[in-house]
Nanobody, 126 residues
Framework: HLAETGGGLVQPGESLRLSCAAH????????VGWFRQAPGKEREGVSC????????YYADSVKGRFTISRDNAKNTVYLQMNSLKPEDSAVYFC?????????????????????WGQGTQVTVSS
């Protein structure tokens, strides 16, 4: 299964690092995506990372502020979130599946991910 940690309450402009740890399987063989869902809104793809070539995708709303990365030794994928804005507030989920499509396609079509974590709350407020 997947487990997200690192959420919390921060002020605008601050940073958070989310972690997505895999238990029971080796995450480096899978594409991993971060998705978020704010109250009253549909879940949206934030960032995704592929496997061997390390290709990444970012939603326009987070480009230049968020960075996705892997630590294969820790079987973990991270989402570094800088310059956080109130509109970044949401429950953040990580997901994993075999990289059968481009990361951009997988980030746009969440149904391409079969394994999901329970989510972690991120609140950006002054």
């Amino acid at each position: 299964h997947l487990a997200e940690t690192g959420g919390g309450l921060v002020q605008p402009g601050e940073s958070l690092r989310l972690s997505c740890a895999a238990h029971g399987f080796t995450l480096r063989h899978y594409a991993v995506g971060w998705f978020r869902q704010a109250p009253g809104k549909e879940r949206e793809g934030v960032s995704c990372i592929s496997t061997s070539d390390g290709s990444t995708y970012y939603a326009d709303s987070v480009k230049g502020r968020f960075t996705i990365s892997r630590d294969n030794a820790k079987n973990t994928v991270y989402l570094q979130m800088n310059s956080l804005k109130p509109e970044d507030s949401a429950v953040y989920f990580c997901a994993a599946d075999f990289p059968l499509w481009t990361v951009q396609t997988m980030c746009i079509k969440e149904e391409l991910f079969g394994s999901w974590g329970q989510g972690t709350q991120v609140t950006v407020s002054s």
